[in-house]
């Protein structure tokens, strides 16, 4: 044979082998949708939680917290790339009256205590390490602050 008939030879073995593998994986796919299938039809709900909780807990024991902040950042990339600024105010939306409806004022009351502490440890950092844009920043915030409860606090009275 010549060197070129070698070649076609070759190629011909690489052609039938992709063929193959393709055949091969049709099938696989195939059989595991027929598998899948049967199972659904032979369990419930529950079976599905158990196996997603063991499979959580299997994972949660050989990944750490860089593996989940690591799919967490791939997943919001996806996410991101693949919707518009109106799918995050829908979903907002929806997430703040569903918040709304499971917890009362005193629930609101405590996350703004929290994030006012959080953000005052934030200015009384910036103000220790010199860095006075931040703490005319937080100065102005609670200057709004006080406007804002002062403007409700008249309206309260008004009523």
Known sequence: MTENNNKNVHEDKKSTHSDNSKGVKDNLQEA?????EATAA???KEFYKDIGQK????????HGKEFYQDI???????????HDKEFYQEIGQKGG?????SHDKEYYQEIGRKGGRVRGDQIHEASENGNNKEKKTGE???????HEQKA???EKSKK
């Open 32 to 36: 595991g949708r027929k598998g899948g």
């Open 42 to 44: 032979t369990h419930g």
């Open 55 to 62: 499979g959580g807990e299997a994972t949660a024991a050989t």
């Open 72 to 82: 967490g950042h791939k997943g919001g990339e996806a996410t991101a790339a693949n």
């Open 97 to 101: 009256e569903a918040t709304a409806a």
């Open 140 to 146: 102005s915030q609670r200057l709004a602050s006080s």
């Open 152 to 154: 409700q606090d008249n």
